[in-house]
């Protein structure tokens, strides 16, 4: 769990020191989160989309990195290039790994790039005209507006968690890649009105009370109760929740997780 600080020897930054220091721990220490191969492989040095691939499954990932506990907010790069990263086919999973000040892990997850959204990019205001790169645009992501089921960790408060449970909590959400756009998005955000819900077992009518919340984002539905019922009915086929009966449900949990 502790980086190798013999290769930060000679780097004054804590911004270089970082990232030379938690690439290599993710090299040496990490696996493929979809098929469980190790070691990961490492791309050439700045290639624009991605840091890691699997030679196996061909799985990319590319990786951030903060000092500090895991928070919300996690500063990325230009806004532009991310929106056009969600777009793409291309566009990698995304590592997120937080180290403590005596440079150990103590959070580490991956996001799998299904879950990337246009909402859950924060745009940041341009820079001065003043600035070197005056009125260059860049962006934050919001894991909070990330389901849960799309926050797979690896490592978690420090405690390593059990790579088979890793290997199930990422693979079961890889059908939405299949899945259009528009449809995705509704599943994704059934999922988080889900998530809100504070009890593991629920029923139909306590997802009905997020009616409010979709019709904003889905203004010339006329049937939103329907689609919910419709992303629940996929949700539990996939084996992300589980029909107990008589309009009641259950989270399915993984693990530690």
């Known amino acids: 769990m502790s980086f190798n600080l013999k ?12 990232r030379i220091l938690t690439e290599n ?16 492989n490492e791309f050439e040095n700045n290639r624009p989309v991605a840091d890691f691939y699997c030679k196996k499954c061909s799985e990319e990932f590319e990786l951030k990195s903060k000092g500090g506990k895991l928070s919300n907010t996690i500063t990325d790069g230009a806004y532009s290039t991310m929106i056009e990263r969600i777009y793409s086919e291309n566009n990698p ?22 879950f990337f959204t246009e909402e859950i990019l924060i745009k940041r205001p341009p820079l001065a005209p ?31 968690i059990d790579p088979n449970v890793v290997n199930q909590s990422f693979n079961k959400t890889l ?19 889900v998530d809100e819900i504070t009890t593991d077992e629920f029923n139909l009518e306590e997802v009905y009370k997020f009616e409010p919340k979709l019709r904003l984002k889905y203004p010339n539905n ?24 008589r309009g009641k449900y259950k989270k399915i949990k993984y693990g530690n997780i």
């Open 93 to 114: 999973n995304f590592f997120f790994l937080t180290y403590s000040k005596n440079w150990s892990v103590n959070d580490f997850l991956i996001i799998p790039k299904q």
């Open 25 to 40: 721990w993710v090299l040496n220490n990490s696996y493929c989160p979809s098929c469980g191969d190790l070691p990961l």
């Open 7 to 18: 290769l930060a020897e000679g780097y004054q930054s804590n911004s270089q020191k970082a």
């Open 130 to 160: 003043t600035a070197r790169r005056a009125g260059w645009i860049g962006c934050n992501i919001d894991i909070s507006k990330v389901a849960e089921s799309g926050k797979v960790f690896l490592v978690k408060n420090t405690k390593i």
């Open 175 to 193: 059908f939405l890649r299949q899945k259009s756009s528009d449809a995705k998005g509704w599943i994704l955000n059934v999922m988080k009105c």
């Open 222 to 245: 006329n049937f939103i109760k329907d689609k919910i019922r419709q992303q629940l009915q996929i949700l539990r086929d996939k084996g992300i929740i589980d029909f107990v009966g």
